[in-house]
């Protein structure tokens, strides 16, 4: 029995940070051929999906220039494409540097303010034709977690992506492109990220696949004080990993693909053998 054919696991997306500042591994892949190779192991560990990021939406980072942001990513993401076919996201806000990244080679469009930071960002989504991914996010990344307060975090996250998933289709976004993303850890408190992944059904709903991406984030020592460094956050990335899988994310963001992988891999497994109960 093909086990995967019953239950398949969601993708995985590779994070390739090409930073001097990102706040898991920034500095680590800042030169071109840190960052190729660091993509292509991803890519042999398993990764569905390479996310491409030259500035860097941490808590508390300053923004970088569009000609900056181009002249990190686009030479990776053209290095990586020579050698491989799968799929590439540029992860910028800037509709200049996505319209640059798809014409270098990549195939997705993320975006942590909705498509929201640029008057013209609507409209390169739909001239592009690339998936693109709607994240949630109040503010912007140097100020967003100075006190981020909800009524009902749920609720209001599920609607605010719903109504940037109808801009992006009226202004010509095909539907099928479309990913919704809850934005852990972006204007958020523990709390926050634990009910929104408590409850990731209700965006599941909407009926747009689900980006899942808390991997390494600051939640997990929100819970784990001892998790104070981000390289001491892999068993909680891999439980929120499974946890986002298991409510009906369609992808998850992670640094450490081989472990997920192979733990997304046991999930679908043990999922495939399990039977109602009688």
Known sequence: ????????????????????????????????????????RLIEQGADV????????????????????????????????????GMISIDTMKPGVARA????????????????????????AAELGCQVVLMHMKGAPKTMQDDPRYDDVVAEVVAHLAA?????????VAREKIWLDPGIGFAKTTDHNLALTARLEALVDLGFPVLYAASRKRMIQGVDASAVQASDRL????????????????????????????????????????????
């Open 235 to 278: 068993g909680g990335s891999l439980a929120l990993a499974l946890e986002g899988a298991r409510r009906g994310a369609r992808m998850v963001r992670v640094h450490d693909v081989r472990e997920t992988v192979q733990a997304l891999k046991l999930q679908a497994a043990v999922r495939a053998r399990a039977r109602p109960a009688s």
């Open 1 to 40: 029995m093909d086990l995967q054919s019953l239950v398949k696991p969601p993708l995985v997306m590779g994070i390739v940070n090409v930073t001097p500042d990102s706040f898991s591994d920034g500095g680590r892949h800042d030169t071109r051929e840190a960052a190729l190779a660091h993509a292509l």
């Open 164 to 172: 940037r998933a109808e801009a992006a289709m009226a202004a010509g």
């Open 101 to 124: 990244a798809v014409a270098a080679g990549a195939t997705m469009w993320n975006d942590v303010t909705a498509l929201m930071h640029n008057p013209d960002s609507l409209a390169t």
């Open 50 to 85: 390479l996310d491409i990021g030259g500035e860097s939406t941490r808590p508390g980072s300053d923004p970088v220039s569009e000609d900056e942001e181009i002249a990190r990513t686009l030479p990776l993401i053209a290095a990586i494409r020579a050698r491989w076919d």
